[in-house]
């Protein structure tokens, strides 16, 4: 037996150790995949929750709402009104925590009024390696985190959503809309918007994975080294600039280093 195969026998042992969960569902490739093989395991015991705010593309929920329903799996929507509360929009570093905790708080409310016993998320065994306050609240809740306990990869787990026919196999990767603003500066519903308005507006002109870090008059734009090229292209780049501008930006610059998770994160581990 190869090693993922025996990751994922790892990961069926779990989950059929489980009377009856919730899964925190985002429709990202984790959580798909989680569901997915959760679904076969605990059929007629399981809810996929998914939240939704101002802070997930409005495209995200939709696509959470199609794969639950091609899944056969119940599930439930629950507005939040995060930008209402301020521990988190004063974005200090622990930002991901303040989030986490009211979103899981939620969880386990109507996990405990419809008696299921278990609380899953989709953390893989690579998020370990970057700066996530928020783990701490899956430990102080008791939260699982069965792909990163059968020590599965983002790329083992795109391997094996492939092979079970899972569309999200080769989804780009995922972030709330929150992490593309500096810490330290307050997040409105404004910057959110037009933060939301420019990555679509990339993704309609083809490009895979974006991320506009928005630095007040500055647009940081964060894509693929390998399409740095495409979007120096004068007609391309001029209509992006006209574009940002119009959203109310002044300077558009490209990141050299091109996308990378967590980029803001750079500058706690600088500070250390």
């Known amino acids: 037996m190869n090693t993922i195969d025996r990751k994922y026998n790892t990961l069926q042992k779990i989950l059929g150790d489980l009377p009856s969960a919730v899964i925190a569902f985002?429709?990202?490739?984790?959580?798909t995949f989680l569901l997915g093989t959760a679904k076969k395991i605990l059929p007629d015991n399981l809810l996929a929750l998914t939240f939704k705010a101002d802070i997930i593309p409005s495209s995200e929920i939709k696509q959470a709402i199609s794969l639950a329903a091609s899944l056969k799996v119940k599930h439930i929507i629950i507005d939040s009104d995060i930008?209402?509360?301020?521990?988190?929009?004063?974005?200090?570093?622990?930002?991901?925590?303040?989030?986490k905790k009211l979103i899981f708080s939620e969880i386990v409310r109507i996990a405990q009024s419809r008696n299921l016993k278990y609380i899953m998320e989709g953390s893989n065994a690579d998020d370990a390696r970057d700066y996530r306050p928020g783990r701490k609240v899956l430990?102080?809740?008791?939260?699982?985190?069965?792909?990163?306990?059968?020590?599965?990869?983002?790329?083992?787990?795109?391997?094996?959503?492939r092979k079970m026919g899972l569309p999200t196999w080769d989804k780009p990767a995922l972030a709330c809309l929150a992490?593309?603003?500096p810490y330290g500066t307050v997040i409105t519903k404004d910057k959110i918007k037009r933060i939301d308005h420019c990555e679509q507006y990339l993704h309609n002109q083809g490009f895979t994975q974006v991320r506009v870090r928005d630095h007040g008059y500055l647009a940081r734009l964060e894509i693929p080294k390998s399409e740095i090229k495409k979007l120096l292209n004068q007609k391309i780049s001029s209509a992006v600039v006209k574009e940002f501008k119009n959203q109310g930006f002044t300077y558009i610059c490209t990141d050299l280093e091109g996308y990378r998770s967590g980029s803001m994160n750079e500058v706690i581990e600088d500070a250390k």
């Open 139 to 161: 430990r102080e809740m008791n939260i699982l985190s069965p792909l990163a306990q059968a020590g599965l990869t983002k790329k083992e787990i795109r391997t094996l959503s």
């Open 179 to 181: 992490t593309r603003i």
């Open 83 to 99: 930008l209402s509360h301020h521990p988190f929009i004063i974005n200090d570093p622990n930002r991901c925590y303040v989030c």
């Open 26 to 31: 985002s429709g990202g490739v984790d959580s």
